[in-house]
């Protein structure tokens, strides 16, 4: 790939949608603030259960992050490194260690990716929005496929997730629901069998119980990782079919998709 030209080709395409000079610059610092959060790592503090940037590197990396996102460099260490909880209107300002700072520093990097992203699908629809005043619309779907790689993290599961809803959705509208309106209608008509992946939805994000609902409360416990969390599982669907651990694994699990077996390896890290 030749990244001068991609980068050329992609201000080009900005300036198209009607993305000004200016924005494009906002995009880019933005862009750049998140991958240099990311070099950003931490090491124990002089006080107890605390943290302070790693290494002069970090420091660099810290404060050109801060330079980007117009922000001042020490309210960022802070905000990674310290927690603050208000109870009855009192602030309490607590101290994270290593782990919970790379954990804020991450969750930082995806809630401002995930703003930026939605701020250019709302400035895209903008600029090439249909006339509000219309009653006719062609829209293209383009629909998360079954993904399953040697190695299959957080990411895969989540665009098999989709993929599942999507299906479910597809089996819900074309197949449930035309075959009521064809009983109603006294039409005469062969049963369609196609396969119900509601079980497959209620194994990942069932709530109490599912797999998701899970995660999020094993990120709640201080000491927890991939091993508890896998650990888990085997307990909580050790009788469940669409679910296995493969041998020999501490860690990885297996989900039986209607479109083939996603074994997945550390969702939780």
């Known amino acids: 790939m030749d990244d001068s030209s991609e980068y050329i080709a992609t201000r080009r395409a900005m300036d198209i949608v ?13 862009v750049a603030a998140i991958l240099h959060l990311g070099n950003v790592e931490f090491s124990e503090g002089s006080e ?43 602030s309490i300002v607590r101290n994270l260690d ?14 401002v990716y995930s703003r930026l992203f939605d701020w250019l699908v709302n400035k895209i ?46 089996n819900q509208h074309v197949f449930k629901m035309e075959q009521e309106e064809y009983t ?8 369609i069998q196609f396969v119900d992946n509601q079980e497959i939805l209620d194994l990942i994000e069932k709530k109490p119980g599912g797999i998701i609902a899970l995660l999020d409360e094993t990120c709640m416990l201080r000491n927890s990782n991939h091993e508890t969390f896998a650990e888990k599982l085997y ?20 989900i039986h998709h209607y479109a083939g077996n996603l074994h997945t390896k550390r969702i939780y890290s």
């Open 48 to 90: 107890a259960d605390s943290s302070v940037p790693k290494d002069d590197k970090s420091q660099f990396h810290l404060r050109t992050a801060a330079e980007l996102f117009m922000c001042d460099e020490k309210s960022l260490e802070e905000s990674l490194c310290k927690r603050v909880m208000v109870t009855r209107g009192e």
């Open 125 to 170: 629809n903008t600029t090439i929005g249909q006339d509000p005043t219309s009653k006719l619309l062609i829209g293209v779907l383009d629909i998360y496929g079954f993904e399953s790689f040697k190695t299959n993290s957080f990411e895969q599961f989540c665009i098999n997730l989709t993929n599942e809803k999507l299906q479910q959705h597809f």
């Open 98 to 111: 290593s782990r919970a700072a790379a954990l804020s520093r991450d969750a930082l990097a995806r809630m």
């Open 235 to 254: 307990q909580k669907f050790k009788d469940n079919p669409h679910f296995s651990r493969p041998k020999f694994s501490r860690s990885d699990f297996t």
């Open 184 to 191: 109603k209608e006294e039409i005469d008509w062969s049963y």
């Open 18 to 30: 009607g993305i000004s000079s200016d924005e494009q610059d906002a995009i880019f610092r933005v």
